[in-house]
């Protein structure tokens, strides 16, 4: 999976207005195959939307559409109160709009910024990514270095979100910034720095999403 045939084919299976999204781990593959991967993505569907974790082990969800996607707060906020959802997403402390929001990365207008020149389409007839995946499988420092890669091309939720309240927005993006500068500096072993980011991070809001634990 992951080449365009396969992305053509679940495209092909969509309605009019189908969602498809597409799990993506950036721990244990370099910048250059993560980008391949969302290069041969955004070959199929025009409009992507990318959110993802910034807690390692590292995971992205691209999401793509025939159509521009939006989410209209209100509906977000009526989404997110739906029983089963709330449940599910207060595990991880994503369960009100800020926290959940928090998760967004950027969507296909920064996708030309973000794709590196040695980002490539993959396909079935040239399975690239099978045979250059296992060289960075032991390799722990290419979280790091993908996690660094993003936070270049961060954007604002604003873009995604209609009607959304900009003061909850801008939290989410202040957060959200120093969340990644915590885990690059833990994950460096810059203990002392780590923890007053943190300190900076438990300010903004104490039960926003998933605090981190410094002393993991």
């Known amino acids: 999976i992951l080449s365009k045939e396969y992305f053509k084919l679940a495209k092909s299976r969509l309605r009019e207005n189908g969602l498809m999204m597409q799990w993506l781990h950036y ?5 250059r195959e993560v980008e391949s991967i969302v290069k041969t993505f955004n070959s199929v569907f025009p409009y992507v ?3 993802g974790s910034v807690a390692p082990p590292g995971d992205l969800y691209i999401i793509g559409s025939a159509q521009d ?12 109160a739906e029983p089963t959802i709330k ?8 369960d009100r709009p800020e926290s959940f929001l928090a998760h967004f990365f950027f969507d296909e207008t920064k996708l030309n910024d973000y794709l590196g020149s040695a980002a490539v389409v993959l396909s079935d007839a040239k399975p ?13 420092a290419v979280h ?16 995604l979100v209609t009607n959304g309240e900009i003061s909850l927005i801008n939290q989410t993006i202040d957060w959200r910034t120093k969340l990644i500068k915590f885990y690059i500096l ?31």
């Open 186 to 216: 833990f994950i460096e072993g810059r203990q002392e720095e780590a923890d007053l980011k943190l300190e900076e991070i438990t300010k903004i809001d104490p039960l926003i999403y998933e605090c981190p634990d410094s002393s993991l």
């Open 69 to 80: 996607i939006t989410l209209d707060n209100s509906q977000l906020i009526s989404e997110l």
């Open 87 to 94: 449940k599910d997403l207060a595990r991880i402390r994503s």
């Open 144 to 159: 790091n270095q993908n996690l660094y890669n993003l936070d270049s091309f961060l954007e604002s939720p604003s873009e």
């Open 49 to 51: 939307t990318v959110f």
């Open 27 to 31: 721990y244990r593959l370099s910048p």
């Open 128 to 140: 690239i990514l099978e045979f250059r995946a296992p060289h960075t499988l032991y390799q722990s």
